[in-house]
């Protein structure tokens, strides 16, 4: 007998506590993307997020992706990709400024 949502497309979703989320600075930090998005509740609230994984230290985190700058770059790429997923890909993600609601630049890497 199959456990229920043991499936391989629910593997990495889920609300892990022991996540933290990535904090997005001015410099350009390399992420590779583990999640296509999904959405977690924290802080008495649904949050949209994909699990990412820092590839200079190898640690994952959570990236909050509410942010329509960075959801509108995301889609770009998520749709240009061709397969529909954000699964595998890496990207320089950072701010355009320290402002706390500063824009987000997106490149593919």
Do not use: C, W
Not at 74 to 92: C, P
Request: proline fraction near 5%.
């Amino acid at each position: 007998m199959e456990t229920p949502n043991n499936d391989d497309k629910f593997q990495g979703f889920g609300d892990d506590p022991n996540l933290t989320h990535l904090r997005v600075g001015t410099e350009p930090q390399i992420i590779e993307i583990l999640t296509d998005p999904y959405v977690i509740y924290r802080s008495n609230r649904y949050a949209p997020v994909v699990k990412v994984k820092d590839v200079s230290s190898d640690k994952e985190y959570i990236l909050y992706i509410s942010s329509t700058s960075l959801a509108q770059e995301l889609e770009d790429i998520r749709t240009l990709d061709g397969d529909g997923s954000l699964v595998g890909i890496t990207i320089a993600v950072n701010k355009d400024s320290d402002d706390r609601f500063a824009k987000y630049e997106v490149s593919v890497e």
